[in-house]
């Protein structure tokens, strides 16, 4: 970070071992998932609004280590630019806003291609220790012809929310998606717990998945997965 002026942004993480209860034909049901994630700054104070401007970029793969010739079955690309700023009034249960653009992609051929655009607005609560950021986006239109996930709003919807509470050395996450609907009603929840190892900066974590899309090529199927592993940011 001295060098480059790089930090982490979301999770940076190995999951060894993975287990997806859902039987998938194309797949072991065990395999391994990481994540590497880090964003850099741009420009601060651009507006007046002692705002940043960053950019940043995440990628997730999952990797079939339990299968005999081990192959990448998915990776996700998420390159970021956004504008993230405080709230004006310091003593406010409301603590800051950002505002961005998200490209996601799977980076395959058809007919495995996935991939859409979005641009976000999310903001930061806090209520005692408890963190509240719910976020909503709005998915930037494609053509028919290119569009190779057109019902993808049906099962990730229009926003999500992220609920964080630290607790001693310990953190707790919840991620709740829901596309709201009252007919085919669909979401997914991610539950994150991070805790201390013997070494500085390393911790160990437990990941629990279950609902659609954790990937973009399974954006219309179900995954029940429990994941044990470590992290390196959180």
Request: no cysteine; glycine share 6%; proline share 5%.
């Amino acid at each position: 970070s001295k060098t480059f002026d790089i930090a982490p942004y979301k999770m940076n993480y190995l999951l060894p071992y993975t287990y997806d209860n859902v039987q998938h034909n194309d797949r072991e049901h065990q395999e391994t998932k990481f994540q590497v994630s880090f964003q850099k700054g741009l420009t601060d104070n651009l507006l007046g609004l002692h705002e940043s401007f960053v950019v940043a970029y995440t990628q997730t793969s999952w990797w079939q280590t339990a299968a005999d010739s081990a192959p990448f079955r998915e990776t996700n690309y998420q390159p970021e630019l956004f504008m993230i700023m405080p709230h004006w009034d310091h003593d406010s249960f409301i603590k800051a806003y950002q505002f961005g653009i998200v490209h996601q992609s799977n980076g395959q051929d058809t007919p495995k291609s996935r991939s859409w655009n979005r641009l976000y607005a999310k903001a930061f609560f806090q209520a005692g220790g408890l963190v509240i950021s719910p976020r909503v986006w709005y998915r930037i239109p494609e053509s028919a012809a290119t569009d190779d996930n057109p019902n993808i709003d049906d099962y990730l919807g229009y926003g999500d929310l992220e609920l964080m509470y630290p607790w001693k050395q310990q953190n707790f996450k919840l991620l709740i998606r829901n596309n709201m609907h009252s007919d085919n009603n669909r979401g997914a929840v991610q539950f994150d717990w991070t805790f201390p190892l013997w070494e500085q900066n390393l911790f160990g974590y437990i990941q629990l998945y279950s609902g659609y899309a954790e990937s973009l090529i399974d954006y219309d199927k179900r995954t029940d997965r429990i994941g044990i592993g470590f992290a390196l940011s959180r």
